[in-house]
């Protein structure tokens, strides 16, 4: 049998455990996610063939491409502010802006050349970010959406890939009838779930009458942001492409940890593997109308991608391509839109500020092969 060799951010918790009792899970996914000194983000870039996943961004340019098409639409139909600003949450490491961008220079050089601003608190990914786009960009970091925000007055066009998952979520367990805090505490000498106290109210946003046993998730920083997000759209126009793993509603217990590609225990080396959830956007669109904007979606990403035009672009892409080069083109729009892949379970919505109509790869449609 191997012998674990515990992390010091493991030694940090159980220390902290020891002193004042369990944790909230969502306290303990922010310490092993965010610690400055030894969390996953601080301490590594975790993208790509190398790192522990891979992004769309990082599967094929295409992606980024037509993120990139999508945001000139939409500011085209804002009639191209000469004040606009790019918001990107989550950044990773620069690929999608370095691919929108590329799209922008060449149909919509105004947009190009407006201000960047990354929402990024990791300095490891703040100097691949900069590698990537290059010092020519007005390029700008900033610790939170509350700072970026202020940064500016005109209308936001924005797009958060895979950010929205790796907020820190809270837990709750039903036990007895009633729904109780789900907690990370010490059993058998290893870090753990615990049943923690029952809840004093009961959350309107928790399902009313589940089982015992059963597990939801709210993720309170994803509606504050959102609600942000909102507010700042109504105010300045824009739009803002949202697309992550979720689910239209709470998807319950959903914690997962990946390293190296492998799923692992989310408690077995904490700050040493990527922890995530899957995105409640029912929950972002109840707070998007509550700042009085509106949330377009969600759709399947590979239904979106089809809608507007994925397959042609890559089609367009491959004419000239070697075979090979033409093979991984499409096996990369596979990878991006197949119901099997990240077609069904990766979701895609619009932030917007008020108004009617359903906005272009929102529509409704049966099949998207």
């Known amino acids: 049998m191997t012998e674990r060799t515990e992390t010091r951010l493991e030694d940090a918790i159980r220390a902290r455990i020891a002193e004042t009792g369990p944790i909230g899970v969502e306290d303990y996914m922010a310490i092993c996610l965010g610690d400055q000194q030894s969390g996953y983000y601080a301490t590594r870039d975790p993208f790509g063939g190398d790192g ?18 999508y945001l000139a639409h939409m500011y085209e139909i804002a009639g191209q502010p000469g004040d606009a600003s790019i918001l990107e949450l989550g950044p990773g490491r620069g690929t999608l802006m370095r691919d929108m961008r590329h799209v922008w220079a060449m149909l919509m050089p105004d947009l190009a050349s407006a ?7 990791s300095p490891t990914l703040r100097e691949v970010q900069l590698q990537t786009i290059g010092d020519e960009v007005d390029l700008n970091w900033h610790k939170d959406v509350d700072e970026a925000l202020r940064s500016g007055n005109g209308p936001i ?3 958060a890939n895979e950010f929205f998952d790796a907020l820190p979520v809270a837990q709750k367990v039903m036990e007895g ?5 789900r907690q990370v ?9 615990v049943i923690g106290p029952a809840l004093s109210e009961t959350d309107p946003a928790l399902p009313e009458t589940p089982p015992d046993g059963a597990v939801a998730e709210l993720c309170q920083q994803a509606s504050d942001i959102a609600m942000k997000l909102g507010e700042a759209l109504v105010q300045r126009g824009g739009a803002i492409l949202i697309i992550d793993y979720g689910r239209d509603g709470n998807p319950g217990d959903s914690l997962q940890a990946v390293n190296d590609h492998r799923a692992v225990d989310p408690f077995e080396t904490p700050g040493e593997a990527d922890l995530s959830h899957w995105v ?10 509550s700042a009085g904007a509106r949330l377009a979606g969600p759709v399947p990403q590979g239904r979106f991608l089809m809608q507007i035009g994925l397959r042609a672009r890559a089609e367009q892409a491959g004419l000239n391509a070697e075979p090979e080069a033409r093979r991984e083109l499409l096996s990369a729009v596979d990878r991006l839109t197949s119901p099997a892949q990240m077609g069904e379970v990766f979701k895609v919505a619009l932030l917007l500020p008020p108004g009617e109509g359903i906005p272009l790869g929102f529509q409704q449609e049966e099949g998207y092969t």
């Open 280 to 289: 409640d956007f029912a929950a972002l669109a109840t707070a998007a109308r």
């Open 185 to 193: 505490g010490i059993r058998e000498d290893r870090l753990g779930y």
């Open 115 to 121: 201000s960047v601003h990354f929402v990024e608190t």
């Open 157 to 159: 066009f924005g797009v």
């Open 177 to 181: 009838g009633r729904w109780h805090e």
């Open 52 to 69: 522990d996943f891979t992004t769309a961004p990082e599967i094929s340019g295409l992606f980024g491409e037509m993120c990139g098409l």
